[in-house]
């Protein structure tokens, strides 16, 4: 209940930037996390993850020495994430990811997860963001998205050679989920 009462008052404070009122729900949170090998996954970002709703699954399924950043903007959720991840790095600008892993001499990102709601920004930002999100993706590595219309499938489509679309009712309100690849393997090439 903390966490809706604080998005809730987030959203009501700043709409553009807070995409919802109540935080993600566990169905979209599987659905978001289920082509993530974790066992291959070195480095993670997670970008806008409010309370923490995807946060937590994640922590659990680290495998050990995998590095874990989290990239949140609004000041009242960074400092619940501190409260309940005191281990993890948080960051706050999404337009600074390459900055944020050169911080940890880290050459990339295996996965990124992310929360934004592009729909809301204006363009030049949805941009920036993607471009350095592609920029600091590995070659292979997965961008993982959510948003409640389709509004973002072309641009995604234009600059990641695998995208798919997946669709959760079991959210409020229910979501869109694109999983994109930087990238293609053989597998990826015969599933499309």
């Known amino acids: 209940m ?8 987030r959203f009501i404070a700043e709409p553009g930037r807070v995409g919802s009122i109540i935080p993600s729900s566990r169905f979209l949170c599987e659905q978001m996390l289920k082509s993530v090998d ?5 480095v993670i970002l ?3 993850p409010g309370t923490g709703a995807f ?5 659990q399924r680290l495998h050990p020495g995998t590095q874990y950043v989290l990239v949140e ?12 991840f005191p281990d993890l790095p948080i960051r706050e600008e999404a337009t600074k990811l ?6 940890q001499d880290l050459a990339g990102a295996d996965v990124i997860i992310s929360g934004l709601p592009f729909a809301n920004f204006q363009q030049e930002l949805r941009a920036a963001i993607l471009d350095e999100v592609q920029s600091v993706l590995k070659p292979g590595g997965l961008f993982i998205t959510f948003q409640y219309s389709l509004q973002l499938q072309a641009e995604l489509q234009d600059r990641f050679p695998w ?5 959760t009712l079991l959210n409020i309100p229910p979501a869109f989920i694109y999983t994109c690849r930087n990238g293609q393997s053989e597998n990826d090439q015969r599933g499309a």
């Open 2 to 9: 903390q966490d809706f009462l604080v998005f809730l008052r």
């Open 46 to 48: 997670e970008l806008g």
């Open 98 to 103: 390459r900055s944020y892993l050169e911080e």
């Open 55 to 59: 946060t937590q699954t994640i922590y």
């Open 38 to 42: 974790w066992a291959s996954t070195d």
């Open 73 to 84: 903007r609004d000041s009242q959720f960074r400092s619940m994430l501190q409260s309940r």
């Open 163 to 167: 995208v798919k679309i997946d669709f």
